[in-house]
Nanobody, 117 residues
């Protein structure tokens, strides 16, 4: 049973920083892509950043230049360094671990990030 667990959320003032961590466990296969998504109240879940097993990264336009995704393939971990946070970054942040074959897509329970003065 694959499990994905996020940590590192919290409350921060505008302009501040947070680092989120995610670890996927319970799989004998590595993952093709691990990434971060977020969902604000009343909005749909959206992609924030992803990282492939060969370290190719992609970002939503709204976070480019402020957020950095990194990870350790051997440990099935991924991190999200968030700098220059804005109130509009407030959301529940979810980690996803995905593999094409054999297919697997598992979500974590989410971690709350609140940016407020």
């Amino acid at each position: 049973q694959v499990q994905v667990v996020e940590s590192g959320g919290g409350v921060v003032q505008p302009g501040g920083s947070l680092r989120l961590s995610c670890v996927a466990s319970g799989s004998i296969f590595s993952f093709d892509t691990m990434g971060w998504y977020r969902q604000a109240p009343g909005k749909e879940r959206e992609l924030v950043a992803t990282r492939t097993s060969v370290s190719i990264t992609s970002y939503a336009d709204s976070v480019k230049g402020r957020f950095t995704i990194s990870g350790d393939n051997a440990k099935n971990t991924v991190y999200l360094q968030m700098n220059s946070l804005k109130p509009e970054d407030t959301a529940v942040y979810y980690c996803n671990a995905r593999r094409v074959y054999p297919y697997q897509s598992t979500w974590g329970q989410g971690t709350q990030v609140t940016v407020s003065s």
